[in-house]
C-alpha cells in the first residue's frame, strides 16, 4: 500500500504562483512514477505533469514552461511537488496526486490516489 497525502491549493489570481505537495508513504520502493492530474467540471481527468523514480519529467502541452515538478527523497517518504506559475482561469481545477506503481513481479499497473485539492484561478 502505498499513502499519499496532498497540501497546497486554493485560490490566487491570474498570473499568480502556487505550489502543491504530495507526501507518499508506505510502499514507495514500488513507485515508478508520481504524477499530478487534474479534473476540471464537466471534464475528463488529465495527466499535468509526471516524474518518474530515475528523474525523468513529462508535461501536458497546456502547462509548458509555466509548471514545474519536482521530487525530495527522503528514507521513508517521497514528496512530490507542483509549481505552478502564471497560472490562468483554465487551471482551475481539483488536482489529484498519483503513485503508478506495479505489482512485484508482473506488469500489472496499480495506481494510488491523493484527496485531491482544489486550485482556482481567478480573472
Known amino acids: 500500500q502505498v499513502q499519499l497525502v496532498e497540501s497546497g491549493g486554493g485560490l490566487v489570481q491570474a498570473g499568480g504562483s502556487l505550489r502543491l505537495s504530495c507526501a507518499a508513504s508506505?510502499?514507495?520502493?514500488?513507485?515508478?512514477?508520481m504524477n499530478w492530474y487534474r479534473q476540471a467540471p464537466g471534464k475528463q481527468r488529465e495527466l499535468v505533469a509526471a516524474i518518474t523514480s530515475g528523474g525523468s519529467t513529462n508535461y501536458a502541452d497546456s502547462v509548458k514552461g509555466r509548471f514545474t515538478i519536482s521530487r525530495d527523497n527522503a528514507k521513508n517518504t517521497v514528496t512530490v511537488y507542483l509549481q505552478m506559475s502564471s497560472l490562468k482561469p483554465e487551471d482551475t481545477a481539483v488536482y489529484y496526486c498519483?503513485?503508478?506503481?506495479?505489482?512485484?513481479?508482473?506488469?500489472?499497473?496499480?495506481?494510488?490516489w491523493g484527496q485531491g485539492t482544489q486550485v482556482t484561478g481567478s480573472s
Open positions: 508506505g510502499r514507495i520502493f514500488s513507485i515508478v512514477s
Open positions: 498519483n503513485a503508478e506503481t506495479y505489482i512485484s513481479g508482473s506488469n500489472l499497473r496499480r495506481d494510488y
